[in-house]
């Protein structure tokens, strides 16, 4: 599959991927590609959250290719049994935060957590890092398997996000690149 031949939602997590992220310099980069705006990106509802993924999978003129970040891969998680049956082509997923944790982020909906385990009907890949203060490797690795998604070890890359030197993250839109010549 190539870019052109479909829809890229963009699910950034938590306050939002800024102008400098990769996802939003991806959005900018690739012509099909559009975020999945919140209408709260500070005090997150995961009900409300799902809801805007599923609205715009459905209004979506083509196939559709999820790529989610930190809170907007738990976000996909909830959202996939809503979500149109064959619509979703893929999900390229990056950075899950362990929001079972119990000092995690005491602004985000408590209602995110537990994470889904139910296998996707899609194909994923979760690129997860060893050193992400948010989610240890192991657990990534764990729910990745339980997804039925691949996992990528990104190796010593924090969250992979602006703080962590991942501003145009090339190494992830290659990999991105080869997930969709997979679908």
Not at 2 to 30: A, F, M
Not at 112 to 121: E, G, K, M, N, S
Request: charged share 25%; aromatic share 10%; net charge negative.
């Amino acid at each position: 599959m190539k870019t052109s031949d479909c829809d890229i939602l963009i699910v950034p997590g938590y306050t939002n991927s800024g102008v400098d992220h990769w996802q939003s310099r991806w959005e900018r980069q690739l012509s099909t590609a559009w975020r999945v705006e919140q209408e709260n990106w500070d005090t997150p509802t995961k009900d409300a959250w799902v809801e805007r993924i599923a609205r715009d999978v459905k209004r979506a003129k083509k196939p559709v290719v999820l790529v989610g970040h930190s809170l907007g891969v738990v976000a996909i998680a909830h959202a996939a049994p809503h979500l149109d049956r064959g619509k979703v082509q893929g999900a390229f997923l990056v950075s899950l935060p362990d929001v079972e944790r119990p000092d995690f982020i005491p602004a985000i909906d408590r209602a995110f957590a537990p994470i889904p385990r139910d296998p996707f009907l899609f194909p994923s890949v979760l690129v997860a890092s060893r050193t992400d203060p948010l989610c240890d490797y192991e657990k990534a690795e764990d729910i990745a398997y339980s997804w039925g998604s691949a996992i990528v070890d990104a190796g010593d890359a924090g969250h992979v996000n602006t703080e962590s030197g991942h501003g145009p993250w090339p190494e992830g839109l290659m990999r991105f690149a080869g997930f969709l010549k997979q679908l």
